[in-house]
């Protein structure tokens, strides 16, 4: 592995100053990043340890009803926090779904925004990847391609982003709250990561020294408590990513829809929100015939990339199924298989 | 390695007998403490650490390396490379017996598969040496990688798996299927797996001299110090070998690998003990793996549901520089009594490392196969499928006509079938829901594994104070060598388990043979059967003879061994202690060998073969595909079983790996490259707890006079066998859906809604 050095900075203005400097990268969990850095397909010169920083890990309400989220606060922590659970229910039932329980454990909410994509390729440091290596091409464009991007992808890059975290938080509106060189800043989560186009080693919108110190839910977001469900066909039962995955949100009233959230995983560069679904979705009754209108209309502009036209048709079964199941209403507990198609079956046990 | 202290605690029950006691991992409080010492926990003094460069092509050579970089980093002690390293006293490409395995101990900057090793950098860190490893930067002439079934012309190789022929037949197949009334005709393929122990090949190399001392783990001591002793021009008792743990081998610790060989050259090179150690991606390689199969299976059907004949064709892979055929289609010999079969193989080259025995190797592959085929043609007869079975129910080995030794599957599939309640099954797919909607689905594979022996030595000794010793180069992969082995020796020489000094794990020990083929318990145990019994005849001899012994004149018949003592079988009134009968004798030890081996006779006369019945229950999403197991009942008939703990946890991992055959697991090949693209845990997908339900496993009893002396079967491979049949089996009854690819995808079951 590459030497580095490493800083422990005191407050957040010396970790954005620190993080500044060209090849540094921010430390919190590591989850990700230790992994990228033993296989040689992170390279950085400098790692900002900012898992001491105070002040970075709570979970607050604020006075106009937004929920507040630290950087620092742990997957499991979060997922865990009964008034969190309740408040935002599919964000809790996306977190438990994601990884293993160790890893929820250690795992940030800043650091799962800012998660690589799991492209073989890109992880493969043998191979031609312009998100790694600018310009040198794309080995997954023509390779082992099934679990790659239908939506929003390039010639340059056909990755997805992996987290599950992120896919409910765009539903909901959610806003990055940024400390960078010019102070602090803040952002629609929805905003936060680009999609590829010819530049797909630029993620996110963030410059250097950029620091997410929150994740905020704005008010509006707990009007969906009652109608929330992510869901996540994946490989296998437990610890595996999304080979499609769907959050949807519903505010119903008087038996209709008065709004929907939707937004999809694991189909493109970053969590999609499908706001055309939405509008589909707005003030008709909950029923099937909608649910199907809006996976249609959540699917429009889909193209494979590769071995991969079946996740259009999956990915639009579980816009239908996560509607379905959302107008059928939260479930009391979260189920003991968060976010699977599995999550009803009886005598389940935690995972 | 400190003395090994094993338990018996918790304490067991006792009726008499060791054998057939459920006891626990006599090392079993060594392994939750961290205090078993597997090879990669040895740090001899002044050890360095070596850590592998390997090539990211699958074909082409090696023009530069930059070793002056490498050296140049802080710590790095050397770089070994074709044209820096000891010389061996034997070119590796020669293959001097059949069970000789070519390896990549950099004798050329020739480069046959991704991942092989191109150079090792010895360094006083793990770190440095990794860095170092890194620097290399090598620079590659490549070539066009073979890559997948049509990379090239097929041919037929000499043998399959361990000297099976290619090909094999009884009775006329096309006549068969000509003649039938049903006939089904259809093509399965397998992937490429690779075998995944938990513990990585490790090796900790000292020499002292013309001395050379291994840590590393070993399903073969004796053969991996043979394989030592022809590389480095050593007599084979200059090698002490210690093996006592293994975190898994399933195949891929039988042979000694090239890392491994290459880590006792990097001591010999830098004159320092060297440990190594491969990286989880580094084992997708040099270290064998499933080769994949397209297997077409062709079978006929009588008016009755009886088949007219069996064709089952295999096409596998094997390396570029090697021979190993995955023997899948010889699945087909021993299960169905069909009056034609016929078996044949065929296979491509590729730029893999050279495929080798992976867990029930053309036993697991071919099942799948023909446990979907039979359920194809028993659906296309329009009978279930257990009374499809029973109907061609072999009475005698189908492709031989010779008598089984013993055959209980007809108890496995009632007993199986009961505990499941498979007669509730629904004749057609897709017709069970459960309360939330999802299939349902019920499956079934019968499991078949062949009864094998080996060679194995033993050493039983008894002490003038009475306690015993048995010693035996035995292997534990994990699968409770150290329990059941001493059981059996403890009986073997009349003694309870905790007054029998068992020895077992180092090549210094009589040769246990090889664990492998289901056939260790059975072999090793045999040796120790052997040993014991010819210990307590000399014992008994000693105190008959004596006048002065309450036993004199009982003659050796007359004397059974119990408890410590020898007692006159006529009169259990009359007995004396081990102890005494050497105290008199003045004695101080009493030894005697023994020896594990087939019987020619008895194999040529009988088939030997245990068997079993695996029922799956499956759920699946009837829109989103994804498929859940949900029950699993295996019953299993293996003749006499040794500690039903350790043979029950050896069925449950067979049965799970069947799981992860049909659903998970699976090396992705990129097609252009030849590089292994999910080469680690988190994308190679095998079962996780989530996905394994309560299983269920019975032992049905059998008593076999002919395997062995002790009526041993075997049980480390059959329960992957039938296993995965039976979930692909309940994949289709749950959804209508036949997918003969596997693993079972998503996509395959996203039918129109």
């Not at chain 2, 400190?2 to 006792?14: G, K, V």
Request: glycine share 10%.
């Amino acid at each position: 592995m590459k030497q580095f050095d490493y800083v422990r900075p005191a407050t957040v203005t010396e970790a954005v100053a620190a993080a500044a400097q060209p090849g540094a990268v921010f430390l919190a969990a590591g989850t990700n990043l230790l992994d990228l850095m033993k296989g040689g397909v992170s390279r950085p010169d400098r790692l900002v340890d900012v898992t001491h920083l105070d002040g970075l890990d709570g979970i607050e309400t604020l006075a106009d009803g937004s929920l507040r989220i630290g950087a620092l606060v742990r997957n499991a922590d979060l997922a865990h926090d009964a008034e969190f659970a309740r408040s935002y229910p599919a964000v809790a039932e996306a977190l438990l779904s994601g990884a293993s329980a160790q890893l929820r454990n250690a795992a940030t909410v800043g650091g799962n925004l800012l998660q690589r994509t799991r492209c073989a390729y890109f992880y493969d440091t043998a191979s031609r990847c312009n998100k790694r290596a600018p310009g040198s091409g794309c080995d997954a464009r023509d390779g082992e391609n099934r679990s790659h991007a239908v939506l929003g992808w390039s010639e340059s890059c056909i990755a997805t982003h992996p987290s599950d975290f992120c896919v409910p938080l765009v539903a909901l509106d959610a806003i990055v709250e940024i400390e960078g060189r010019g102070g602090r800043r803040e952002i629609a989560l929805v905003e936060l990561h680009r999609l590829p186009g010819d530049a797909p080693d630029r993620e996110s919108v963030l410059e250097p020294g950029d620091l997410i110190v929150a994740v905020r839910l704005p008010p509006a977001a707990r009007g969906f408590a009652a109608h929330a469900r992510y869901l996540k066909v994946r490989e296998r039962t437990s610890y595996a990513f999304a080979v499609v995955s769907a959050a949807a949100a519903l505010r119903i009233e008087n038996g209709r829809i008065a709004e929907a959230r939707l937004a999809l995983g694991g189909v493109a560069a970053k969590p999609w929100r499908a706001r055309a679904a939405e509008d589909v979705l707005k003030g008709v009754a909950p029923i099937a015939d909608a649910f199907q209108k809006a996976a249609r209309r959540a699917l429009e502009g889909a193209k494979p990339s590769g071995d991969n036209a079946f996740k259009i048709e999956l990915a639009r079964r579980i816009v239908v199924r996560a509607l379905t199941l959302a107008a059928a209403g939260t479930p009391a507990r979260i189920p003991a298989l968060p976010a699977s198609p599995f999550a009803s079956t009886s005598g389940a046990l935690h995972v | 390695m400190s003395e090994l202290i094993l338990t018996s605690a918790p304490a067991h029950l006792r009726h008499g007998s060791n054998i057939g006691q459920p006891l626990t991992r006599r090392d079993g409080i060594l392994k939750v403490t961290g205090q078993a010492t597997y090879a990669a926990d040895n740090h001899p003094p002044g050890m360095l650490f070596a850590v592998i460069a390997t090539a990211s092509i699958a074909r082409g050579r090696v023009v530069s390396l930059d070793v002056a970089a490498a050296k140049r980093h802080p710590g790095v002690v050397d770089v070994m490379t074709p044209e820096h390293k000891p010389p061996l006293a034997i070119d590796p490409e020669i293959k001097t017996n059949p069970f000789v395995f070519r390896m990549e101990v950099l004798q050329s900057n020739d480069i046959r598969y991704a991942n092989q090793a191109i150079a090792v950098v010895i360094a006083e860190t793990l770190e440095a040496a990794t860095e170092g490893a890194a620097l290399l930067a090598p620079a590659y002439e490549v070539q066009p990688a073979l890559v997948g079934f049509d990379a090239g012309e097929s041919f037929a190789p000499p043998v399959v798996g361990v000297g099976n022929p290619t090909e094999s037949h009884r009775g006329d197949v096309e006549a068969g299927l000509a003649a039938a009334d049903k006939q089904i005709d259809a093509t399965y393929e397998t992937p490429p797996q690779y075998h995944n122990a938990m513990e990585p090949h490790a090796i900790v190399a000292r020499w002292e001299g013309d001395k050379l001392f291994l840590d590393t783990p070993s399903q073969a001591m004796v053969m991996a110090r043979g394989r030592v002793a022809e590389l480095f021009g050593l007599a084979p008792e200059k090698i002490h070998i210690r093996s006592p743990f293994l975190g898994g081998g399933f195949g891929s610790k039988g042979f000694l690998t090239g890392p491994q060989i290459l880590g006792v050259m990097a001591a010999k090179l830098v004159g320092k003990p060297v440990k190594l150690v491969l990286r989880r991606e580094q084992m997708y390689g040099p270290v064998g793996h499933r080769a994949p199969t397209r297997q077409r299976l062709r079978l006929g059907t009588d008016g009755e549901g009886r088949l007219t004949a069996l064709d089952h064709r295999a096409r596998t892979v094997s390396s570029t520089f090697d021979d190993f055929y995955e023997p899948a289609a010889d699945a087909s010999h021993t299960l169905y009594a069909a009056p034609a079969i016929r078996t044949s193989h065929d296979a491509v080259r590729v730029n893999t490392g050279t495929p080798l025995f992976m867990r029930a190797p053309g036993e697991a592959t071919g099942s799948i196969a023909l446990e979907s085929a039979i359920d194809e043609m028993a659906s296309a007869c329009g009978m279930d499928p257990l009374a499809f079975r029973l109907k061609n129910y072999a009475e005698v080995e189908p492709m031989t006509g010779r008598p089984f030794s013993s055959k209980a599957l007809r108890a496995c599939y009632e007993q199986g079938a009961a505990r499941f309640g498979w007669a509730k099954r629904p004749l057609q797919p897709r017709q069970m829901r459960d309360d939330a909607g999802l299939l349902v689905g019920w499956g079934m594979g019968t499991a078949t594994f062949p009864a094998l022996m080996f060679q194995a030595e033993a050493r039983a000794a008894i002490r003038r104070d009475g306690s015993g010793v048995m010693e035996i180069g035995a292997h534990d992969m994990g699968q409770g060598a150290w329990t059941a082995l001493a059981q059996i020796a403890a009986d073997s020489v009349g003694l309870d388990i905790d007054r029998l000094d068992f020895k077992s794990g180092t090549s210094d020990l009589p040769d246990a043979g090889i664990a492998g083929g289901s056939a260790h318990t059975a072999t090793a145990g045999a040796a120790i059967h052997s040993a014991g019994a010819a210990v307590i005849a000399k014992l008994a001899d000693l105190a008959t003879s004596d006048e002065r012994s309450p036993l004199f004149g009982a003659g050796n018949a007359g004397v059974i061994a119990r408890e410590g003592r020898l007692i006159r079988r006529d009169d259990e009134s009359r007995s004396e202690s081990y102890a005494e009968i050497l105290a008199r004798a003045g004695v101080a030890e009493i030894e005697a060998r023994g020896t594990g081996a087939p019987n020619p006779a008895a194999m040529e006369q009988y088939a030997m073969h245990a068997h079993g019945a695996v029922f799956a229950e499956v759920k699946v999403d009837p829109e989103l595909g994804q498929v859940r197991l949900t029950r699993m009942v295996g019953a299993f008939a293996a003749g006499r079983i040794v500690n039903p703990r350790m043979v029950q946890s050896q069925l449950f991992g067979g049965m799970i790996w069947g799981l992860s055959f049909a659903l998970h697991e699976e090396a992705i090949t990129d097609r252009r490259s030849g590089r292994i693209m999910n080469a680690n845990l988190g994308e190679y997908h095998i079962p996780v707890n989530a996905d394994v339900p309560p299983l269920d496993v019975i032992t049905v009893e059998e008593h076999d006079p002919h395997v062995n002396a002790l009526g041993i079967k075997g049980v480390g491979e059959i329960g992957i066998t039938g296993s995965a049949g039976a979930v692909a089996n309940a994949v289709w009854h749950a959804t209508g859906v036949r997918v003969r690819r596997f693993p079972i995808r998503i996509e395959e079951l996203l039918v129109p809604s």
